[in-house]
């Protein structure tokens, strides 16, 4: 079952950071930033170290081919707080959307409104 998640504002904008600090264009990496993301979620219920996805840039939307465990994982999940697991999968993509971006500033990024840090 191929699962289908909407980029939010918050990942595309780790994504963009993430393309300016390493000279890349927008969709390159924008898939980056979805292959890691993807990558820890999938590893982290699976223990896979690959992941089936494709990105539409233009349409801002992740396309995900999930192993069995992670399917499972989700439709529990989905079931327990009544969402789909598209969406169940697209909280959790967000949560890693600024993994793996250096903090300049030390500091963290908790004055934005939608950021869940408590600092």
């Known amino acids: 079952m191929t699962l289908e998640i909407d980029v939010s504002d918050r990942f595309l904008e780790a994504a963009t950071e993430w393309g300016d600090n390493r000279l890349m264009d927008d969709e390159q990496a924008l898939e980056t930033k979805a292959e890691q993301a993807l990558l820890e979620i999938e590893h982290l219920v699976s223990g896979a170290n690959e992941v089936d996805f494709e990105v539409d840039a ?8 999930p192993t069995d465990e992670l399917d499972a994982f989700l439709e529990r999940q989905a079931d327990e707080v009544g969402l789909d697991p598209d969406a169940v999968l697209a909280l959790h993509v967000d949560l890693f959307a600024r993994a ?4 300049a500033d030390g500091g963290s990024a908790s004055d934005r409104p ?4 408590p600092f």
Do not use: K
């Open 100 to 103: 793996f971006l250096d903090d």
């Open 58 to 65: 233009d349409e801002g939307v992740i396309y995900h081919e």
């Open 114 to 117: 939608d950021d869940p840090r």
